[in-house]
Structure formats: structure tokens, C-alpha cells
């Protein structure tokens, strides 16, 4: 009887993915509900650059004097950071997302460009997000929310960079070539044995109880914050896993083939945080905002190209690993290496000096006050939100008009 | 459900992922005549949301999804 049932519970659960709508949703809440609890982010790179700054400690690299990683506050390991858990939390999370559905397969690119484009693309992206401060999270998902102009910038320049990315990745040079094979063939027919991944089960209860163990030792060891990363960076990483909620396929997909159901739950998600996070700023946590500099725009647009180029962003990457896509570790060690050059690049080639240097960190509420930041933030989803409609139309249009013509073709 | 036809190309995808499966379906439909029958063989999750999505959007008939695991094959009817 009750295996009766949980198979029933699992079957609707896991077996198909989760609306994109309801998903993003949650991770507003949840992010908002981050936000209120611990005062930081639902954020990853800020992280990601911190590791490259721990991986060049270990090669006895003075990093003590980079200006950046002052200012990210480059303190301890991971395991000691709220951002070191809520990242490993997310990997955990997705993993075990990814085991619970049998979503887990080992694959490896058929092409070897895509390790090269990966990792190139990951660069970019890294480099681009921390000039930026902040990744399609920070700067993007969770940094709209915080009132701060810089997410503003940043978006813009993202939808900029994803539509050069889009006309490069169809360049045969990134795309490559298919293993297309014509000839007649049997179609195959539905397989009886549905039942032989069930180790993936096992394995993925193997990973909720560390998540527990972890989350339980932090809280009982007096440091709850900690634990309660972990635990949300689990939620987030189930929660993008089970969307399957790529920030990259968002954006990119409504300039490659007009899709934008993604695009339209990333701005539902953001909505409903908005509201959250006002909530709590009002009760007195101050929000988190950078600088609303030249530095976000051209990050974004960065940003926006390596994404289209690797295939992933700095969330999509984390989530395909654990579903066992072994060329996203390239995506991964790509954005690492290429924050690390940002956070080299800060002051010892003068990137803060050109973009980022003398530009204000607008925080939208203290300069037009609730009424008119609350208004506007709104007024600016919704432009994003119209565009995206039109974006769709407009693609809808393209492919009746070319549907037409062969038919007109044989008429003539 | 999954009736016995025979398919007339075969496009296997497994280790790609987005949005090269989508694209190159796309594109082996261009290649096909109309009512012409194409087998799609994915691994990549993101693709069992796109991949359909799209052949629907561009009118073409997902006729069947067999599943076999975590790999998933399509049979897609071109219209043209």
C-alpha cells in the first residue's frame, strides 16, 4: 500500500518537469525569504571568484593586496562562507533533484568544440559578471529586487549579448556538424523496462540525508547561518533542476526561435520577489546595491555572448553537471578562471579605473523614494514583459510567412 | 500507443546539449519532404522541453516520445 502510493507521489512529482511559472515563483519566495533571514543574496559568482582566489592561495599566491577580493571579502574557505554552502547546497540540491527524477546520465560532448566553446564561453561569462558585480542572479534574478540600477544595466546588456551570441553560435565554427542519417529504419516502440534506473533512487536519498546532516551539524554547532545556506542553496538547485530553469535557454531562445515562456517566468519570479524584498527592506535590512556603472552594461553584454557561446550560465552549468553533462565542468572552471582574471584585471590592469570608477550605487529607493521605485521597477518588468510578447508575435509571423511561400510555389 | 511505422531519417543527439538539439532538428526537417518521418534520439533534459516545443511551434506532428531510460526518442511528421 504505501509503496503504492509514493510510487503514485513520485510518478507525479518527478516523472516530467516542473512548470517554469509556479517554479520561479517559489524561488522568489524564496529568495526574498533568503534575503529577510540572512541579509545577503541567492548569488553564486561572488563565490565562484573566491574560489579562484583560495585555488592560487593553495599555489602559495599572495592574494592580500587584489583589490577586489577586499571588496568581495575574500575571507577563509569555503566551507567557513555563507556563499561557499548556499553554492554547495545548490549542487547537492540539483543532484539530488536530478537522481529522484532518473534525470542522472553520464554524457560526454560527441564534438570536441563544445569543451573548447565551454570553457571559452565560461571566461567570458565569468569575466563579464563579476566586471558587472553579479551574475543573471545578482544582477539579474535577485538584484532587481534589491532596487539597485546596476541590475537594470546589467539586463540590458545581457539581452544585448545574448543576441550577438545567438548569430555566433549558428556560425559552423560553434555549431558544428549532427550525426543526421536518412534511410528507412523501424520506429521503436515503448520499452517495458522503466524500472531499471531505481539505483538512482537509492542514491538519491543517499544525498538528502548529507544535505540534512549538514544543515543539522551548522545549526547545532551555533552556526545556523551556514546551515540555512546550505538548506536554501538545496531548495534552489531542486527548483532549478526540476524547471530544468536556464537563464541562458531564456533569453537566448527568443532570439534563436522565439520562445519566451522562460523569459516571461524569470520576470513573474522577479515580480513576486520585489514584493518580498520591499516587504523586508522596509522592516529595516539594508538591501544590497553596487554601482550603477558603465562596468554593468558592458559586463552584461559579456555576459550575455559567453553564455550563448557555452551553452550555460553560471546556474545552468551547476544543474547540467548533475545531471552527469561532463562538458559543463568546462563552463564551470571557465567562469571561475575567467572571474579571477576580473578580480587580477581590477587594479593591476585598471578595469575599476575605466568602468566602474566615480559611478554612483543607486539604491532606486532612497533616491525616488517607495512610491517611485516601486512604480518604476514594476514599470520596467513590464516593459521586458511587452517585449517579450512581441518578440514571440513576431517570430509566430516569420514562420507563417515562410510556410506560405512553397505552397504558393507548386500553385504557380 | 506507439504504433508500428517506419522512419525515413534518423537524428541522434545524445551528448549535445541546448540549444543544438532544437537547432539541428530544425534543420534536418528542412531537409525532409512533406509527411516524411523523423526519429530524434536526446539525452539532454533541457531538450525534452525544447525539442517538441519547437516542432510544434513550426507545425510540425510529434506523432510519439518513447522513453527508454534517461534517453528519449521522438517521432516527428514533417508539414510542410
Known amino acids: 500500500m504505501i509503496i503504492a502510493l509514493l510510487q503514485k507521489v513520485h510518478n507525479k512529482c518527478f516523472n516530467r518537469f516542473w512548470n517554469p511559472f509556479i517554479v520561479l515563483l517559489l524561488a522568489g519566495v524564496f529568495a526574498a525569504f533568503y534575503f529577510g533571514l540572512t541579509g545577503t543574496l541567492w548569488a553564486v559568482t561572488g563565490e565562484f571568484t573566491r574560489w579562484g582566489g583560495n585555488l592560487l592561495q593553495l599555489f602559495d599566491v599572495d592574494t592580500s593586496d587584489w583589490a577586489y577580493f577586499k571588496e568581495i571579502k575574500l575571507i577563509g574557505e569555503p566551507v567557513d562562507r555563507t556563499d561557499g554552502w548556499l553554492v554547495m547546497g545548490m549542487l547537492l540540491g540539483s543532484l539530488f533533484s536530478a537522481l529522484i527524477s532518473k534525470n542522472f546520465k553520464w554524457k560526454f560532448p560527441r564534438q570536441k568544440r563544445r569543451w573548447v566553446w565551454g570553457f571559452i564561453g565560461g571566461v567570458i561569462a565569468g569575466f563579464g559578471t563579476r566586471l558587472a558585480m553579479g551574475c543573471n542572479l545578482a544582477a539579474f534574478f535577485t538584484g532587481l529586487p534589491q532596487f539597485s540600477l546596476h541590475a537594470w544595466f546589467f539586463i540590458a546588456g545581457t539581452a544585448i549579448g545574448t543576441y550577438f551570441g ?33 539505483k538512482q533512487l537509492y542514491a538519491a536519498f543517499v544525498v538528502l540525508i548529507i544535505i540534512i546532516l549538514i544543515a543539522a551539524y551548522y545549526i547545532s554547532a551555533g552556526k545556523a547561518m551556514l546551515g540555512m545556506a546550505a538548506l536554501f542553496g538545496a531548495v534552489f538547485g531542486m527548483l532549478i533542476q526540476r524547471g530544468q530553469i536556464c537563464f541562458t535557454s531564456g533569453l537566448r531562445d527568443l532570439w534563436l526561435t522565439g520562445r519566451g515562456t522562460l523569459g516571461k517566468a524569470i520576470i513573474a519570479g522577479m515580480a513576486v520577489q520585489t514584493v518580498g524584498t520591499a516587504i523586508f527592506i522596509f522592516k529595516g535590512i539594508a538591501p544590497v546595491v553596487h554601482w550603477a556603472s558603465p562596468g554593468a552594461f558592458i559586463g552584461g553584454i559579456l555576459f550575455g555572448v559567453g553564455i550563448v557561446i557555452a551553452g550555460g550560465c553560471e546556474t545552468g552549468w551547476m544543474y547540467r553537471i548533475t545531471e552527469g553533462q561532463v562538458q559543463f565542468i568546462a563552463v564551470g572552471a571557465g567562469n571561475v578562471a575567467g572571474a579571477t582574471l576580473l578580480a587580477y584585471g581590477w587594479d593591476h590592469w585598471g578595469v575599476f579605473d575605466v568602468f566602474v570608477k566615480g559611478w554612483p550605487e543607486v539604491n532606486l529607493v532612497s533616491s525616488l523614494g517607495w512610491g517611485g521605485a516601486l512604480l518604476s521597477t514594476g514599470a520596467f518588468l513590464v516593459v521586458l514583459y511587452l517585449l517579450i510578447i512581441w518578440r514571440e508575435n513576431w517570430y509566430t509571423r516569420k514562420i507563417a510567412v515562410k510556410s506560405t511561400l512553397p505552397s504558393k510555389k507548386t500553385t504557380a | 500507443m506507439a504504433e508500428n511505422f517506419v522512419v525515413d531519417a534518423t537524428l541522434d543527439v545524445r551528448g549535445e546539449s541546448c540549444p543544438y538539439p532544437e537547432l539541428y532538428t530544425l534543420e534536418a ?24 516545443a519547437s516542432c510544434k511551434r513550426h507545425g510540425h506532428h510529434v506523432l510519439s516520445t518513447v522513453k527508454d531510460g534517461t534517453t528519449l526518442y521522438y517521432y516527428i511528421q514533417v508539414c510542410k
Open chain 1, 166 to 198: 545567438v548569430k555566433l553560435a549558428v556560425l559552423p565554427v560553434f555549431k558544428g556538424k549532427p550525426k543526421l542519417e536518412f534511410g528507412l529504419r523501424p520506429a521503436k516502440t515503448a520499452s517495458p523496462s522503466a524500472q531499471k534506473q531505481n
Open chain 2, 29 to 52: 526537417i528542412e531537409k525532409l519532404e512533406d509527411g516524411k518521418i523523423l526519429e530524434v534520439i536526446a539525452d539532454c533534459p533541457q531538450s525534452f522541453i525544447n525539442v517538441p
